[in-house]
């Protein structure tokens, strides 16, 4: 039998976002019709609820966050997936404060990894956007680059906790 998941909608300043957890962990954050929505749930194992204990939680947090705070993440139930290495990357991101930025780069050197390009396909697939925030993580001189949900997106959310940032430019 497959896993079961449960699913709530959350109406945020960038979008819906869809929250999807089973009974013990958070599965993951998408905003609805963005490329990378939903990834890797089959579509019959979810089901939408009104209400839901992690769910509700996240909720929380997420109120927390777009009200301007920075919410305490540390009883955050986030589900044991990834490889060992995304899960580096991930447990990294967690640590970046609020309104604060560091470039992939940074996270080479940090964890001592080769290559920072390594790092970016593991934020890449980071499930948990916001909460484990990858959108604090820049290029090369704090330019704004990559992020699933789109740039303009990842922008809002770095002015909503005024953190500093490039804007990347038409033609470089």
């Given at each position: 039998m497959?896993?079961?998941?449960?699913?709530?909608?959350?109406?945020?300043p960038?979008?819906?976002?869809?929250?999807?957890?089973?009974?013990?962990?958070l599965f993951?954050i998408?905003?609805?019709?963005?490329?990378?929505?939903?990834?890797?749930l089959?579509?019959?194992?979810?089901?939408?609820?009104?209400?839901h204990?992690?769910?509700?939680?996240?909720?929380?947090?997420?109120?927390?966050?777009?009200?301007?705070?920075?919410?305490?993440?540390?009883?955050?139930?986030?589900?044991?997936?990834g490889?060992n290495?995304?899960?580096?990357?991930?447990?990294?991101?967690?640590?970046i404060?609020f309104?604060?930025?560091?470039t992939?780069g940074?996270?080479?050197?940090?964890?001592?990894?080769?290559?920072?390009?390594?790092?970016?396909?593991?934020?890449?697939?980071?499930?948990?956007?916001?909460?484990?925030?990858?959108?604090?993580?820049?290029?090369?001189?704090?330019?704004?680059?990559?992020?699933?949900?789109?740039?303009?997106?990842?922008?809002?959310?770095?002015?909503?906790?005024?953190?500093a940032?490039?804007?990347?430019?038409?033609?470089?």
């Amino acid at each position: 039998m497959s896993k079961m998941y449960v699913k709530m909608l959350y109406s945020s300043p960038i979008g819906i976002l869809s929250l999807v957890a089973d009974n013990h962990y958070l599965f993951g954050i998408w905003v609805e019709e963005e490329s990378d929505f939903e990834r890797e749930l089959p579509e019959k194992a979810v089901t939408v609820v009104e209400g839901h204990p992690i769910l509700n939680q996240i909720i929380s947090y997420l109120d927390t966050y777009f009200k301007g705070q920075d919410p305490d993440l540390s009883e955050l139930p986030l589900a044991p997936i990834g490889s060992n290495f995304e899960k580096r990357v991930w447990n990294y991101l967690r640590g970046i404060p609020f309104g604060k930025t560091v470039t992939y780069g940074q996270i080479a050197k940090d964890l001592q990894v080769a290559s920072a390009q390594a790092v970016g396909g593991a934020v890449g697939r980071n499930p948990w956007s916001i909460l484990v925030p990858c959108h604090r993580v820049l290029g090369a001189g704090g330019r704004l680059t990559g992020y699933a949900w789109g740039l303009e997106k990842k922008a809002w959310l770095l002015k909503h906790e005024g953190a500093a940032f490039k804007e990347k430019k038409e033609k470089e």
